[in-house]
């Protein structure tokens, strides 16, 4: 790679501060609230396991695949989220987790130099696959509400938008979920001006308080949806998927082809049987989200008790992380590594900022300890805080 190729896309891309961070926290007597991961207890060994039985006895689950994915998953998938949306869900293409998606969307649907709007707060593996075409990326400020919709249209009547990305239900960092009225507007706007919406949607089925609001694909055929295996059964089977207007679809499977050829026809089985089981799958849900639930309840009060009005939070209806700012002031960045000497991880919320200044931030994620644990770690912090 030559040193001019190298100052103009490589370095261009963002390094991933919670990459940089979990190789850091990742000792013992460290109580880390800094990831994102499903709880390992809770991840269906057994059940996979049984799943993989199936699937070898067939050569099929061994040999290379069609490039948009297994007919059985994508036919699983495609009836899924039908469902979620009401209506005929499109065109399906089965990916390597969602960040290929995003990947590749972002090569199907822009040039360098145009134009993308994503939540400031911003979600890294978006905006890292965003950099990677060169685009120019505008934050958007969120509250309770989600995305501020409110906002787009000054933005949108002076910039010629290409992509709006928004990931719809429980943030990552954020975690707030987009309100459905603003999620009519959204898809109003872009059904007015012309632009793909690409809504991220790892998080949906983990609601464990609240009301389901429906998807924004379900107001326009201009929405892209992504979605994954990887929260609701497990992250290494790298299960994920796109669906949505076929053109689009079309264009990403050439890209897809150039990528990959193909992906793993074995672990498509095995999800395939998986998300097929709605018996087993819709009692293996309710048990994260339960599980969930009391940590998220957990982790809530003890930073309530330790913080007061001095942090404002978002409540937790589902997902994995709370996300907080401080009112007085208080700089998370600089203490992390006492933090981390003192036993806790945090993510802070510089390492999504887009354009706002979010040095008082800090994401928490909830799933991987126990409650007591999780008060445990809040008094940590209070004290490296």
Known sequence: MSQEIGSLSVRAVRGSAIRDLLSVVDRPGVLSLAGGLPAPELLPTDRVARAVQAALTSPAALQYGVTTGALPLREVVHARESAKLGRDAGAVVITHGSQQALSLLAQALLDPGDVVIVEDPGYIGALQAFDTTRARVIGVPMDAGGMRVDELRPILERERIRIVHTVSNFHNPGGATLAEERRRELARLA??????????????????AGSTVPPVAAYSDRVLRLSSASKIVAPGLRVGWMHGDPAVLALVERLKQGADLCGSSLTQAIAAELLADSVWLDGHVAGIRSVYAERALALHAALIDAFGDRLRLTTPEGGMFVWGEFADGTRTSAPLAGAV???VAYVPGSAFAVQRDLGTALRLCFTTSSPDDLREAVRRLSTAL
């Open 191 to 208: 059904d007015e001006f012309g632009f793909w919406i690409i809504e991220d949607d790892p998080y949906g089925d983990l609601r464990f």
């Open 341 to 343: 000497d003192a036993g």
